[in-house]
């Protein structure tokens, strides 16, 4: 006789399952954590009310506290623990000009004493300093913009070897010419 378990269904025991060993992983506590859940009555009842709609419950990701808050922030509790753990000094990331991404890596790498560089896309060479690019820069992160490409190893190609120090990227593919110009090892991240 198989044991009673404290998920109702398989599907809910993997998710405890892969809970479980994420705490196993380094991380740098950067969030105000766990965010509330509020309740949404006006958007129900806009959808129908109780007879249509079930209840909708908002996370209030805005309340991290980390740079304004946003649901990236858990993610970089583990991607800055790594870098530390790698011995890295510089995280380079890449994104949009106005990237809420962006800026909550220049904001978490700030945090745990890491430079970060940025590669952003523009579509003119010197955009407007304003909303998420002025905190990237507020943030210490140096920045270089690029025109949009869909290839992620673009941004990396562009990225001046002189910014890149232990490096650590936070999204896309490490790019080996990047490796070359460094002539230091670069960690690989998710």
């Known amino acids: 006789m198989r044991s009673a378990s ?13 809970t479980a060993d994420f705490t196993t992983l380094p991380r740098v506590p950067l969030a105000t954590l766990p965010t509330p859940l ?3 009555p006006g958007l129900r009842k806009a959808l129908g009310g109780a007879a249509r709609c079930p209840r909708i419950l908002l996370k209030r990701d805005d309340l991290t506290g ?3 808050g946003g649901n ?4 970089l509790e583990f991607l ?4 530390l753990a790698r011995r890295a000094d510089v995280v380079v990331s890449s994104g949009a000009t106005q ?21 952003l896309s523009a579509r003119s060479a010197e955009p407007p300093l304003q909303g998420n690019l002025l905190l990237d820069r ?9 025109r949009a490409n869909p290839d992620p190893r673009f941004a990396l190609e562009k990225t001046r070897p002189r910014d890149l120090g232990r490096c650590h990227q936070v999204r896309g593919l490490v790019n080996p010419s990047i490796e070359k110009w460094s002539q ?6 998710g």
Do not use: Q
């Open 138 to 146: 507020l943030f210490g992160a140096t920045i270089h913009f690029i």
């Open 6 to 18: 404290v998920f109702p269904d398989p599907a809910c025991e993997i998710i405890g399952a892969v």
């Open 80 to 83: 800055m623990a790594d870098a």
């Open 38 to 40: 509020t309740d949404a």
């Open 99 to 119: 990237s809420n991404h962006a800026r909550m890596t220049a904001a978490a790498a700030r945090a745990v004493g890491l430079d970060c560089v940025l590669v």
């Open 66 to 68: 980390l740079a304004l």
């Open 72 to 75: 990236k922030a858990r993610k």
């Open 184 to 189: 230091r090892p670069i960690a690989k991240a």
